[in-house]
């Protein structure tokens, strides 16, 4: 099978043949149709994080194809299109978590210390093939393609939960802060929450494609204050902070209405965030961390979406172009998201 492999932090990805990989007890090997390139893949492919992968890896969290192999005491998953209900699986970021500990068995599993992150701590979906834990493996509804339910695994799932962090209500002004693959989904479940939605970036097709998923406001940060902008309609109750640039975390913070809260989403290298002691305690705004979503949150974004309350944004790739897509995703180039298409049909 081919693969795209991390080598070493910084390089080119390589394609690789690489032999199927054999999966342990309860896991299962997928024949991959579709995988979503996500930020956190470039972040990963460059070691820009304190804990950091070992190449050589693939990355990709946001595989989506169908079981073709059963691990020892695999019995809830079966081979091809097995149910009436769902055929293909997703397979996300969280690849395992322990179920047992407190963060688990409250219902925060995305917590879990001893959890296994696909594409960074094992093998991810760059690649025909991959391995997944069949409990951590979600059915996709049939309806749903594979092209759209692979930014839906990561994109999706991770903008989905961080609005119910956010808590939003549908009277509230709720800001995107960097509409790409995150937040072009972000901006739709703001929508289904009833909220008034302010859209931020700095590329005029990102601004239009806001607009287009119903954003009702688009501030471009490269001309406008966005601090400024917010509070002139009273300031935001939450800003979701995606883009991968902490003066942006702190531009949309100043942007908080009191009791405001900012979400942040985006894992920018080396990522520092510095504001004001002050307003933070006068306001009694909030600022509050949030990564991906449990197994739950993704089972509703799948039904969101087969129920057609969601639209994916994105153009398909051969897994190929691996490193030219990087360098589109880089340069802020892509309308939403790239999705590699491995060959299976939509
Ligand atoms: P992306 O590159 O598709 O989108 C980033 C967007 O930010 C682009 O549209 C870009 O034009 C815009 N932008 C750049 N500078 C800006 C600025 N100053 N103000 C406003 N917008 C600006 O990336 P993505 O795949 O959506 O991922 C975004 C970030 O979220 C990455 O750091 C990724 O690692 C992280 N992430 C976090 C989680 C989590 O669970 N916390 C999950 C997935 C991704
Ligand atoms: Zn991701
Ligand atoms: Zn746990």
């Given at each position: 099978?081919?693969?795209?492999?991390?080598?070493?932090?910084?390089?080119?990805?390589?394609?690789?043949?690489?032999?199927?990989?054999?999966?342990?007890?309860?896991?299962?090997?997928?024949?991959?149709?579709?995988?979503?390139?996500?930020?956190?893949?470039?972040?990963?492919?460059?070691?820009?994080?304190?804990?950091?992968?070992?190449?050589?890896?693939?990355?990709?969290?946001?595989?989506?194809?169908?079981?073709?192999?059963?691990?020892?005491?695999?019995?809830?998953?079966?081979?091809?299109?097995?149910?009436?209900?769902?055929?293909?699986?997703?397979?996300?970021?969280?690849?395992?978590?322990?179920?047992?500990?407190?963060?688990?068995?409250?219902?925060?599993?995305?917590?879990?210390?001893?959890?296994?992150?696909?594409?960074?701590?094992?093998?991810?979906?760059?690649?025909?093939?991959?391995?997944?834990?069949?409990?951590?493996?979600?059915?996709?509804?049939?309806?749903?393609?594979?092209?759209?339910?692979?930014?839906?695994?990561?994109?999706?799932?991770?903008?989905?939960?961080?609005?119910?962090?956010?808590?939003?209500?549908?009277?509230?002004?709720?800001?995107?802060?960097?509409?790409?693959?995150?937040?072009?989904?972000?901006?739709?479940?703001?929508?289904?929450?009833?909220?008034?939605?302010?859209?931020?970036?700095?590329?005029?097709?990102?601004?239009?494609?806001?607009a287009e998923l119903g954003a009702d406001l688009v501030i471009d940060a490269r001309?406008?204050?966005?601090?400024?902008?917010?509070?002139?309609?009273?300031?935001?109750?939450?800003?979701?902070?995606?883009?991968?640039?902490?003066?942006?975390?702190?531009?949309?913070?100043?942007?908080?209405?009191?009791?405001?809260?900012?979400v942040m989403v985006a894992l920018p290298a080396h990522g520092a965030l510095r504001?004001?002691?002050?307003?933070?305690?006068?306001?009694?705004?909030?600022?509050?961390?949030?990564?991906?979503?449990?197994?739950?949150?993704?089972?509703?974004?799948?039904?969101?979406?087969?129920?057609?309350?969601?639209?994916?944004?994105?153009?398909?790739?051969?897994?190929?172009?691996?490193?030219?897509?990087?360098?589109?995703?880089?340069?802020?180039?892509?309308?939403?998201?790239?999705?590699?298409?491995?060959?299976t049909g939509r």
């Amino acid at each position: 099978m081919k693969a795209a492999v991390v080598r070493a932090f910084g390089e080119p990805l390589v394609i690789e043949d690489r032999p199927d990989p054999e999966p342990g007890p309860g896991q299962v090997r997928i024949r991959v149709e579709a995988s979503g390139l996500c930020h956190t893949d470039i972040h990963a492919a460059h070691g820009d994080w304190p804990v950091k992968p070992s190449p050589p890896f693939v990355p990709g969290h946001e595989g989506v194809g169908l079981v073709e192999k059963l691990g020892e005491g695999v019995a809830h998953l079966s081979i091809g299109w097995g149910s009436p209900l769902w055929g293909r699986v997703a397979v996300p970021w969280l690849g395992k978590a322990c179920g047992r500990c407190e963060h688990c068995l409250s219902g925060w599993e995305t917590l879990c210390e001893r959890q296994i992150n696909t594409g960074y701590g094992c093998d991810g979906g760059h690649a025909e093939k991959m391995l997944a834990w069949a409990d951590f493996a979600q059915p996709v509804p049939k309806g749903v393609t594979a092209v759209d339910a692979a930014p839906l695994t990561c994109a999706g799932v991770t903008t989905y939960k961080a609005l119910k962090v956010a808590g939003v209500s549908p009277s509230q002004l709720v800001a995107i802060s960097g509409i790409g693959g995150l937040g072009h989904l972000a901006v739709q479940y703001a929508k289904i929450a009833g909220a008034t939605v302010a859209a931020i970036d700095v590329t005029d097709e990102k601004l239009e494609l806001a607009a287009e998923l119903g954003a009702d406001l688009v501030i471009d940060a490269r001309k406008h204050d966005v601090g400024e902008v917010l509070k002139r309609y009273g300031g935001a109750h939450a800003a979701i902070a995606l883009a991968v640039n902490e003066d942006a975390f702190a531009a949309v913070n100043s942007g908080l209405r009191r009791g405001g809260k900012l979400v942040m989403v985006a894992l920018p290298a080396h990522g520092a965030l510095r504001i004001p002691v002050f307003d933070t305690v006068l306001n009694g705004t909030s600022v509050i961390g949030s990564i991906v979503g449990t197994r739950q949150d993704l089972a509703e974004v799948f039904q969101l979406h087969a129920a057609g309350r969601t639209e994916v944004i994105c153009e398909t790739r051969p897994l190929s172009s691996v490193n030219e897509s990087i360098d589109e995703v880089l340069r802020g180039q892509v309308k939403a998201r790239i999705v590699f298409d491995l060959g299976t049909g939509r």
